[in-house]
Structure formats: structure tokens, C-alpha cells
């Protein structure tokens, strides 16, 4: 809720901007925000450790190399942000363009993959620390997962820009909030799908507490108006 439409400004701002200045404006969009919609992993991190250390603890022995990767991807966004204007430069500009591109991307696939692991489950030993490999995390899954963060988060980053621009680059980026939509709902339903075939037993509380179907329905309902708020030009 709070950094998705961040990094998604960053996944789609190559594709939605054709100019030097409607990609500054792209990233003067979300400039006042970016860096504080990032302290939630602050403070997530430390509350975690200083109220659960043994969960802090073997969570990093399973995710401790995606970790790190996560915190390059932010830290390299982060640069190029700072750095894109510093030098009046195509190729210097170009550079971090990509840059911004490339770190707001890996950290969504990151976040994606880690959420779908920890839906599939983790191979802990005995000594509470994983017990797996790497490559056993990169599994088909958590891949799709992944896949699907990269979607949502574009489609809210197409989304925010568009509450944020005006004139060409706006009208631009409507054909692409569509898109972005039916991308994102494509793998939504891939993934809804595939989770109930590997992790059937998702659904035993649904069974044992029926008010859990208001969840699922609030689900559908929110899906349903994403069209519903593009066609009726109410992007907020």
C-alpha cells in the first residue's frame, strides 16, 4: 500500500515517458514520497527483532541473500534518483533511467518471491535455521508469485501517474493503466489458481469459520472496481 505504486512508477517510467522531461516529471511524481513510504522496512525489521528474535533470526538464515539483494535494489533506486540530474548528460541520464528501472523491479520481484515462499513453506531444521538452498526458494511458485507483485505494482504505479500528470504524457498512460489492469488480473488468477492446486489446505479455515468468505468477497469487490474507477476517470 505504501511503496507499490512507488516502485511502480519505477517498472513502467521507460515505457510511459518518452522524454528527458516527462520522465523528470515522472520521477518528481512520487520525489516528496519515495523516501518515506520506505520506513515501513525500517520499522518492520526492528519491531521484528526487538518482539520476536527467533523468528528475526530464521527468517534471515532462509532470506538472507534475497535480503540483501533487496536492500542494492532500494539503495541503487535510491541513487538514481539523487544522481539523474546531476550531470547534463543523455547517456549519463540514460544510465539511471535504467537504473531506477532495474532496482524498483528487482526489489518487487524480491518482495513477490519472498511472500510466495513463505505461503509454500520453508525447509527449517531442527536448529531453527533453513535447512534449503537458494535455488530451492527460486521454485515455480514463488516465480509466479513474483510475477504477479511486478503486475500489481506496475498497474498501481500506472495508476498513480496518471492522478499525477497531465496533457500528453496522461492521456499516454491511460491505454496503460487498461493493460496494466488485465496483465495483473491474468496472473491473479494464475496464481489463485495455483495456490489452491500446491497448498490445498489454504482453504480449511474457510470451512471451519465461514466468516472468512467476507474476506474473499471484499477481495473480488476490490478487484472489481479497478475497471470500474479507470472507466469512470476516478483514479484516486
Known amino acids: 500500500i505504501l511503496d507499490g505504486f512507488d516502485l511502480g512508477v519505477g517498472m513502467v517510467h521507460p515505457f510511459a515517458a518518452k522524454t528527458d522531461k516527462e520522465r523528470r516529471l515522472v520521477m518528481n511524481a512520487i520525489g516528496p514520497l519515495w523516501d518515506g513510504n520506505e520506513v515501513w522496512l525500517v520499522t518492520f525489521g526492528g519491531a521484528l527483532f526487538a518482539a520476536f528474535p527467533e523468528a528475526y533470526a530464521t527468517a534471515f538464515s532462509a532470506f538472507y541473500l534475497p535480503f540483501m539483494l533487496l536492500l542494492v535494489a532500494l539503495i541503487f533506486r535510491a541513487v538514481s534518483l539523487e544522481f539523474r540530474s546531476k550531470v547534463e548528460s543523455p547517456t549519463w541520464r540514460s544510465i539511471w533511467d535504467w537504473g531506477f528501472f532495474g532496482g524498483s523491479s528487482l526489489a518487487a520481484l524480491l518482495m513477490g518471491v519472498a511472500v510466495g515462499n513463505s505461503i509454500l513453506g520453508l525447509a527449517i531444521g531442527p536448529d531453527k535455521n533453513y535447512a534449503g538452498t537458494l535455488m530451492d526458494m527460486l521454485n515455480p511458485y514463488a516465480l509466479l508469485v513474483g510475477v504477479t507483485t511486478l503486475t500489481l505494482f506496475a498497474m498501481h504505479g500506472l495508476i498513480y501517474l496518471y492522478m499525477k500528470t497531465e496533457g500528453d504524457l496522461q492521456k499516454r498512460i491511460h491505454p496503460m493503466m487498461w493493460k496494466g489492469f488485465g496483465l495483473f488480473l491474468i496472473f491473479f488468477i494464475l496464481t489463485t489458481i495455483a495456490t489452491l492446486v500446491v497448498k490445498p ?30 472507466f469512470q476517470m476516478k483514479e484516486f
Do not use: F, H, S
Open 201 to 230: 489446505e489454504v482453504t480449511d479455515n474457510l470451512r471451519e469459520e465461514p466468516i472468512g468468505w467476507v474476506v474473499v468477497l471484499a477481495v473480488i469487490l476490490a478487484l472489481a472496481n479497478i475497471p470500474r474507477a479507470i
